[in-house]
């Protein structure tokens, strides 16, 4: 919809998906999205819990550097995967609404 000329609607966009190719039309692609979540998560995760024992985080007082440093890498490590999964999915958007003109 943001790379076509057309203005429609959402749920005028929906009946033409739905009429195309049914309710399985609308999880077309999960699984370009789930392959850059799934890890993109567990990085996050993964580095969270390894920080929190290295810096000695407890959660029962509020130590600012400690949060600040925790929040910064675990976001980074999640970037890291999702940032590249995210450009891939555009791309192919990007190229199925050019073919389909």
Known sequence: MQAGQSNLSFMKTARILYKEEGFKRFWKG??????????????????????????????????FLSTMTIGACTTFAHDFFIAPSDVIKQRLQLCKQLTAR
Do not use: D, R, T
């Not at 990085?43 to 130590?63: G, I, R």
């Open 30 to 63: 999960a699984n370009v999205v789930a392959s850059g979540v799934i890890p993109a998560h567990a990085a996050q995760f993964c580095m969270y819990e390894v920080l929190k024992e290295k810096l000695h985080y407890n959660n029962e007082e509020y130590e």
